[in-house]
């Protein structure tokens, strides 16, 4: 799993400011405050295009189908009145007894026909509602209408289309009637019948988008056209027929559960209702498409922020911790040598206190030791002798140990020459050499060419490489391998490597090697003071020591010392020779 | 030969002189410096050996007071601070002819003392 280093990271120094180190809820600060400040306004803006998009995309579907109703409602309203108008004219030029012939109303109603289309038959009735003269395919002569409410009301109006209807042919049709009042008193109507066929064409060629449909029906809600979806002239209408308005009107309706957007307009003096219905799920397709857009560039956008948002925090978090991290690093290291400093202090005084007591039992066991051998008295008295020889010894190793604890702590003044470090090596190992003979243990110097001569302190690398050599014969069996390489490091640097083939360090060891009094030796002679002093002089030089250690295999000590000394406020001795 | 031991531990000194009694030196010892000078005008000595820390007036003025009196005394010093390194290195500046480190050995001391005389 892609875990970043900080996710676990507790730093238990932090103390009272360990909120400030709580690396994992900086990380959730970043990342929910930058993805709310990037997606907020990404949001808000989708969602107002969506609202407004969705709105005007409706609003054009109302305004489209209220101008397909109108110009529809138009169109009929035309139809009818233009008929009525011709009825009308028919009425109004000729007289009465002239439309009583059955010869010249069949003219006129070929002359309809032919001028304007849609009439079946045509009809005189008088105002006892007795149909006297009737011209057309049916044998309607004589048939009394005086009882149906359209002659009643028709007494009132002057004018009457009916609502469609089959009557006595069985064919659906509607009928328009013209009240005619005579001058000599009473009235007359002209009745048609109007074939319904030429509606329905009229109806049919309308285009009604988004799987539309347009309809006539009446005001209870019976179908007076045929209908793509609700069925044919005479049906029941399954919807509702919205109420009466005088102008073209849109609304929403649901039928099961499918939303329609439903146009409608009353024609006047007529009993029709026209209602335009559309699926608003088809009219929505192209705004689908639109949304489809939107929704897929809201996510591309949102995954790209939320991506850069989690990569941004976790690097500049990553790059906070590592910064942390060298801190605390540094702290240490400023902290250890601190630790290192007090240390030394500390063994200084301790050791200088020591030292006088410890002279004092060293003169007066010698005295003891001197009277017993001069006096003769108890010479002869091994036991005696023995015991004060144990005291003096264990003096000389107290004395020992205070020396080199006040070599750890020295602030004597250091004298800083010009050394050949190769030199100082084989002159150490000069020492070691019988002892490497005797052990059978190899030892190699391999000095890279051109080492320059550093400016250093002579008697201090002797100690320091002493003290190497020291640890690494201790650390290997007989026949194991001491190997020392002389290189430069980087800019200025000399880098000496002392490596063994000895026993190893373990990790947790390994981290406390420098410090006074760490022995792994304990019992076996070792004060635990060897590294820590050459730590120190080491430091004192300008330099630094690092080690690497595997358990079983050996341990390389790598030593980087300044070819030119920094060693501040010292006397410098050109010559090496001292007296 | 006599030999003047100064340092400011009674107890060691006292025991050091007889312990060098013993071998044969015509010993004596001061506590201070001041009580040192005041024996060195009543009588001469060979060599000297002195402690390097002491209250008032240290090892090394003491010595210096000391050659002023008696230029050819011999000095050897001894202390209780630092390694043998630089005693070495530390000799030669203070002009003395041995540097000591506490607690001694007896038979160093002789030695050191017996090559410092011969010089």
């Known amino acids: 799993m892609l875990k970043p280093a900080f996710w676990d990271h507790e730093d238990v120094a932090a103390g009272p400011h360990k909120h400030l180190f709580n690396f994992r809820r900086m990380w959730k600060s970043a990342v929910i405050l930058t993805a709310l400040v990037a997606l907020a306004p990404l949001l808000f803006m989708a969602a107002i295009d969506y609202n407004v998009s969705q709105k005007a995309i409706e609003a054009d579907i109302h305004y489209q189908t209220a101008r397909l109703v109108s110009n529809t409602r138009r169109s009929i309203s035309f139809f009818l009145s233009e008929r009525k108008s011709a009825l009308d004219f028919i009425d109004k030029d000729n007289a009465y007894t002239v439309l009583s012939e059955p010869l010249r109303l069949t003219a006129l109603l070929d002359n309809l026909k032919k001028g304007f289309g849609g009439f079946t038959d045509l009809g005189v009735v008088d105002q006892n509602g007795l149909q006297h003269t009737y011209v057309g395919p049916y044998n309607l002569a004589g048939v009394n209408y005086s009882d149906q409410d359209w002659f009643q009301a028709l007494k009132e109006s002057g004018v009457h289309i009916s609502e469609v209807f089959l009557g006595f042919r069985q064919q659906p049709h509607l009928v328009m009637a013209v009240k005619h009042d005579l001058p000599e008193g009473g009235s007359y109507v002209l009745r048609a019948s109007i074939d319904t066929q030429k509606f329905n064409d009229l109806l049919r060629e309308v285009e009604v988008s988004g799987q539309g449909d347009i309809f006539l029906v009446t005001r209870e809600g019976v179908l007076q056209t045929p209908s793509r979806f609700f069925g044919n002239a005479l049906d029941r209408l399954p919807l509702e027929v919205p109420a009466f308005a005088e102008k073209t009107q849109v609304t929403e309706m649901h039928l099961l559960a499918e939303p329609l957007v439903v146009g409608y307009a009353y024609i006047q003096e007529t009993p029709f209702v026209l209602m335009a219905v559309k699926k608003k799920s088809a009219l929505m397709k192209p705004w689908n498409a639109t949304r489809r857009q939107l929704i897929a560039f809201l996510t591309v956008s949102i995954s790209g922020i939320v991506l850069v948002v989690l990569g941004v925090s976790t690097f500049l978090v990553n790059q906070i911790f590592e910064a942390d991290h060298k801190r605390v690093a540094a702290l240490h290291k400023v902290e250890y040598a601190n630790k290192m400093a007090s240390l030394g202090r500390l063994s200084a005084g301790v050791a200088h206190e020591i030292n006088n007591p410890l002279a004092i039992i060293n003169e007066k066991a010698g005295l003891i030791k001197d009277l017993f051998q001069l006096q003769r008295t108890y010479a002869e008295d091994t036991k005696l002798v023995g015991l004060v020889d144990a005291i003096l010894y264990s003096v000389e190793r107290c004395g020992k140990i205070t020396q080199r604890l006040l070599g750890f702590a020295r602030h004597l003044e250091s004298r800083t020459q010009m050394v050949d470090i190769v030199e100082v090596i084989h002159e150490v190992l000069g020492f070691l050499g019988k002892e490497a003979e005797y052990r059978s243990i190899t030892l190699t110097v391999d000095a890279e060419p051109a080492i320059p001569v550093i400016e250093s302190d002579r008697g201090r690398l002797q100690e320091i490489f002493l003290n190497l050599f020291n640890n690494a014969f201790a650390a290997m069996e007989d026949g194991g391998r001491l190997a020392i390489g002389v290189r430069r490091a980087e800019a200025d640097f000399i880098a000496a490597t002392v490596s063994d083939s000895g026993c190893g360090i373990s990790e947790s060891d390994l981290k406390r090697i420098f410090e006074p009094f760490f022995s792994t030796k304990t019992g076996k002679g070792g004060t635990g003071l060897g590294l820590s002093i050459t730590y120190g002089l080491i430091q004192e030089l300008g330099g630094s020591i690092s080690v690497r250690s595997q358990l079983g295999k050996g341990t390389e000590f790598t030593v980087r010392l300044p070819v030119k000394s920094n060693l501040s406020g010292e006397k410098k001795i050109e010559s090496a020779t001292c007296g | ?119």
């Not at chain 2, 009580?35 to 090892?59: C, H, N, T, W, Y």
């Not at chain 2, 530390?90 to 041995?98: C, R, T």
Request: charged share 30%; aromatic share 6%.
């Open chain 2, 1 to 119: 030969m006599k030999v003047l031991l100064v340092d400011d531990e009674k107890e060691l000194v006292t025991t050091l002189a007889e312990r060098l009694s013993l071998r044969g030196w015509e010993a004596q010892w001061a506590t201070s410096a001041e009580e040192a000078l005041d024996r060195l005008k009543s009588e001469a000595f060979d060599i000297a050996v002195l402690d390097v820390k002491m209250p008032r007036v240290d090892g090394l003025l003491l010595k210096k007071k000391m050659q002023a009196m008696c230029p050819a005394m011999k000095f050897i010093f001894v202390t209780g601070h630092g390694s043998s390194q630089d005693f070495q290195t530390g000799a030669s500046e203070v002009g003395a002819d041995y540097y000591l480190v506490k607690p001694l050995n007896i038979d160093t001391l002789t030695a050191k003392m017996n090559e410092a005389l011969r010089r």
